[in-house]
Nanobody, 114 residues
Framework: VQLQASGGGLVQAGGSLRLSCAVS????????MAWYRQAPGRQRELVAGINSGGSTNYAESVKGRFTISRDNAKNTVYLQMNSLKPEDTAVYYC?????????WGKGTQVTVSS
């Protein structure tokens, strides 16, 4: 199982980025997919999740700015991030979970300058 996150980078405050998580080895549409982030010195936190039925949930801090989506044909999950703020700076990780199993990808760095 591999989860390959990409799309991170350096952006100015107010800008946008789209993260992608390409999944292989599992059928991602059967899993609950999620994006987490971890800033230096802080715990990893849930940013957004999408379940197998397509229902989504978001951290309060990103509601209205971030959108999680999935393309089942491409076995890929996305995180559209708009109106980025410096406090969104972190390493972003995607995950896939089903029952007792959870898989993690390597992170992608997002840096938002003020």
């Amino acid at each position: 199982v591999q989860l390959q996150a990409s799309g991170g980078g350096l952006v100015q405050a107010g800008g946008s980025l789209r993260l992608s998580c390409a999944v292989s080895g599992i059928i991602s549409r059967l899993y609950e997919m999620a994006w987490y982030r971890q800033a230096p010195g802080r715990q990893r936190e849930l940013v957004a999740g999408i379940n197998s039925g397509g229902s989504t949930n978001y951290a309060e801090s990103v509601k209205g700015r971030f959108t999680i989506s999935r393309d089942n044909a491409k076995n890929t999950v996305y995180l559209q991030m708009n109106s980025l703020k410096p406090e969104d700076t972190a390493v972003y990780y995607c995950s896939a979970a089903i029952r007792q199993a959870i898989y993690w990808g390597k992170g992608t760095q997002v840096t938002v300058s003020s």
